[in-house]
């Protein structure tokens, strides 16, 4: 079997170098047999010892220190994880259009014309609509119809609504636009959009007919 040999510093292996060679010298300095000795007879062995002594502290100091076991990163080197905000709640009430089921934008009417308009909504807030809200006039030309009427039923968060109107088409041939939100019980008007600030509406043209032939 082939012995394993430790790795040493190399700057290790040149000072045990000169401690051996001080070791050997002093040993050669030696007192021959007869001859007197002096009172510094032992002062090889005890310059070597105390040489082995200095060079030992001086290579321990030279050997660099292991690194921290297991590999653990210093806390100022550790990534912190942020949290993400929470995402905003959707507010009480918001609507959403989602068609028109009746009277199409630029639909034509003869002066004095009565028709059903319909609108489709969504309910996107996170309050159910009850039949207690109302269907409020805006802005615009009322077209004969009522300012104000309740919903026909109840619209849970994401349900959806098809809001009808009786109206009428105006005696003045030209177009005409109709503006409506939506009111809770407490009397705060809301409607479309982010903010709940915008309406919905129909617009009409009335027109003359032409006589038949």
């Not at 076991?69 to 912190?80: L, N, W």
């Not at 995402?87 to 639909?107: I, K």
């Not at 009522?146 to 009808?164: K, M, T, Y």
Request: proline share 12%; glycine share 8%; aromatic share 8%.
């Amino acid at each position: 079997m082939k012995s394993s040999t430790p790795n040493l510093h190399p700057q290790i292996i040149i000072g045990l170098a000169a401690v051996l060679t001080l070791i050997f010298t002093g040993g050669c300095n030696l007192p021959k047999a007869g001859q007197a000795l002096t009172p510094t007879g032992n002062f090889a062995s005890t310059a070597a010892a105390q040489t082995v002594a200095a060079l030992t502290t001086q290579f321990a100091q030279m050997i660099p220190s292991s690194p921290p076991s297991g590999g653990e990163t210093p806390p100022s080197d550790r990534m912190t994880t942020t949290p993400s905000p929470a995402e905003n709640p959707a507010p009480c009430e918001q609507a959403e259009f989602v068609s028109d089921v009746t009277v199409p934008d630029g639909s034509e009417f003869a002066p004095g014309q009565t028709f059903i308009k319909t609108w489709r909504l969504k309910n996107t807030g996170s309050c159910t609509w009850t039949t207690s809200y109302r269907v409020v006039f805006d802005s615009g030309n009322v077209l004969g119809a009522p300012p104000s009427f309740n919903l026909p039923v109840n619209v849970p968060p994401d349900g959806l609504v098809d809001i009808s109107v009786n109206m009428k088409a105006p005696e003045q041939p030209r177009e005409y636009e109709s503006y409506w939100k939506l009111q809770n019980p407490q009397g705060v008007v809301f409607g479309l959009g982010s903010r709940g600030d915008k309406a919905f509406w129909v617009k009409i043209k009335v027109v003359t007919q032409s006589p038949t032939p």
